[in-house]
């Protein structure tokens, strides 16, 4: 990973909680509160995957993509870091780009044009006793074109390519 994309994205991850942290203080309601606690989370164990150098999976990258996104539409470069967003944003989908293949950036199958595939998602729960305490959202894996790879099931999503 390039330096300046690095220092890019710990800069987007960092600015993005403390406008969360921020926002705990406020009136907001605990239901967002909660998701804001979150996210900050979420963010800081990215921080810490890309300060120690370890692989990031599809959810990292769009949690990345979502923080990049103020800073990619700030045209006006009020907070001085567009040109950079810009450089991250074309980054962050070449990344994509290498775990799907076969996709096109819009999500169509280069083969076939088919626009319907399956995907695994493998989530972690946390489980107390018999009690399921917690869900982390799984990687999407396993990506592939139904119309080429189960041509058998196909007729039943076909109207999603209309
Ligand atoms: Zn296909």
Known sequence: MKKAIK??????????NEVMTAALDSDLDEENK????????????IIEKVE????LTALDLQLIHDANEIHLND????GQ??????????????QKAKKRP???????????????SFADVTDTLVFVGEEIVKRHD???ANRNCVKCNHPEQYP????YDG
């Open 75 to 78: 045209e006006i470069d009020l």
């Open 34 to 45: 909660e998701m804001n606690r979150d996210l900050i989370k979420e963010h800081e164990r």
């Open 102 to 116: 076969w996709l096109d950036k819009d999500g169509r199958c280069l083969k076939c044009g088919s626009k319907v």
């Open 138 to 140: 799984g990687d999407i």
């Open 81 to 94: 870091h567009h040109k950079q967003a810009v450089m991250l944003d074309k980054w962050l989908e070449a």
């Open 52 to 55: 120690n150098g370890e692989q």
């Open 7 to 16: 220092e890019q994205i710990l800069f987007v991850l960092e600015d993005d």
């Open 156 to 159: 039943e999503y076909e109207g």
